[in-house]
């Protein structure tokens, strides 16, 4: 972190900050588009993350303020509070009502937070401030909550107080993420197993393409509703609740019943990136960073041709990453259409790697892409603590 969270949180509050807890962001390594289809997903934390600062204060108000936003608030710390137009803070509100209706006690408190994620480019600030919120209430006041059941509060807040209609990996990822481990996650069930991600001499390179977000959601549903209607044609041969019960070879066997192209093409890719998920996490046990690499590459080429959820932003990235000679895997991550890729780039090559993709990048598109160098990092924790 560039700032001194301590330093603000006293021009701010005029008093000493007597906690301060980091929370990561996230990306997914690989499985994307799967999560729906019953499929498994492959995230890992971060190092990039959001910071959150409190102190209590004597006037039963929960006051919050945050290094990324011009507006700040305060509401009462008694009741829950309704939700407040698209405001920021809407997030901790969110958990902290959460806590409220079951029972806990909390009492006034001022809150200061810092992201250094971009904010609204997929690599989930909003889980990583919820949880953030969350995990600092839960450790601060002592109330007992597990990892798990922050994660499920955290998801009940983007969905029913924030109204958006996500699922569960962001929270999980960003709670539950370890420093050099992927998480291998049946969204459904929850069940996990981590895998120890060996990056060697390589590091994390996340690039922002700074597309403007607009198709996503649309589209995002568009493609729910094709893997549905996939699913229905081949329930007329075999019994199925998802695509993803599928290996590719069982596919093959059944796959005659869609003769929609485009809706073959989506199945294909759900069940071959459910295949590689598989592949890619024996790859990472082996230690065989190369295979996962491919195993990346292949992913995005499935999501550019098959599944039609790139876009010339993200391909400018991978494509670029291809000739690229110290990349030896790319792909976009997240929903698409935008957002980030990542990439998996040969260490002391970073400023080379900034300087060739800008320019690549700013020549086929118009304008530049962010870059930041990250690391698989840890779950919440606390970093400075002076309450005690
Ligand atoms: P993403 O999760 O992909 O970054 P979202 O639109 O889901 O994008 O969430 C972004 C929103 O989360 C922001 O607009 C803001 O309301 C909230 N948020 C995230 N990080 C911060 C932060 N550091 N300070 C204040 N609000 C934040
Ligand atoms: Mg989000």
């Known amino acids: 972190m560039n700032i001194n969270l301590e330093e603000k949180f006293a021009e701010q509050y005029h008093k000493k900050a007597d906690a301060i807890y980091f929370t990561p962001g996230r990306v997914n390594l690989i499985g994307e588009h799967i999560d729906y289809n019953g499929g498994l997903v492959m995230p890992c934390a971060i190092t990039l993350g959001t910071w959150v600062a409190i102190a209590p204060n004597n006037d039963s108000r929960f006051r919050f303020k945050s290094l990324n936003f011009d507006v700040q608030t305060e509401v009462t710390s008694n009741t829950t509070n309704e939700k407040d137009g698209s405001l920021w803070a809407n997030y901790p509100i969110g958990v902290i009502n959460e806590f409220i ?14 992201g250094n994620i971009p904010i609204g480019s997929g690599l989930s600030s909003s889980a990583s401030i919820e949880i953030a919120t969350a995990y600092a ?10 990892k798990l059941e922050l994660v499920k509060i955290a998801k009940r807040v983007e969905n029913d107080f924030i109204g958006l209609n996500s699922g569960i990996m962001d929270q999980f990822a960003v709670a539950f993420g370890e420093k050099s481990k992927a998480i291998v996650l049946d969204c459904e069930s929850l069940k996990y197993k981590m895998v120890d991600v060996d990056l060697g001499n390589y590091l994390l390179a996340i690039i922002n393409t700074n597309k403007p977000r607009e198709l996503a959601d649309s589209k995002y549903n568009e493609r729910v509703a094709e893997c549905q209607t996939a699913l229905k044609l081949l329930n007329e041969e075999i019994n199925l609740h998802y695509l993803c019960e599928l290996t ?14 485009t809706i073959l093409n989506r199945a294909t890719h759900v069940v071959k990136e459910n295949d590689r998920v598989h592949l890619a996490a024996k790859a990472l046990n082996g230690g065989n960073l190369a295979e996962f690499g491919r195993l990346m590459y292949a992913s995005h080429e499935s999501l550019r041709t098959l599944y039609e959820v790139s876009g010339k932003e993200l391909d400018a990235v991978v494509d ?7 990349v030896i895997g790319a792909r976009m991550t997240g929903a698409g259409f935008g957002g980030c890729a990542i990439a998996l780039l040969e260490k002391g090559f970073e400023e080379d790697f900034a300087k060739h993709l800008t320019d690549y990048y700013v020549n086929k598109i118009g304008y530049p892409a962010a870059i930041y160098i990250s690391e698989i990092g840890n779950g919440p924790y606390l970093t400075t603590d002076t309450h005690r």
């Open 248 to 261: 590719a070879e069982k596919f093959a066997l059944h796959s005659h019943v869609i003769t929609d192209k």
């Open 320 to 326: 670029f990453c291809t000739d690229y000679e110290h």
């Open 101 to 114: 209706k079951d029972g806990k006690e909390i009492s006034g408190l001022d809150f200061l937070f810092y």
């Open 137 to 146: 209430l839960n450790a601060y006041f002592n109330l007992g909550y597990d």
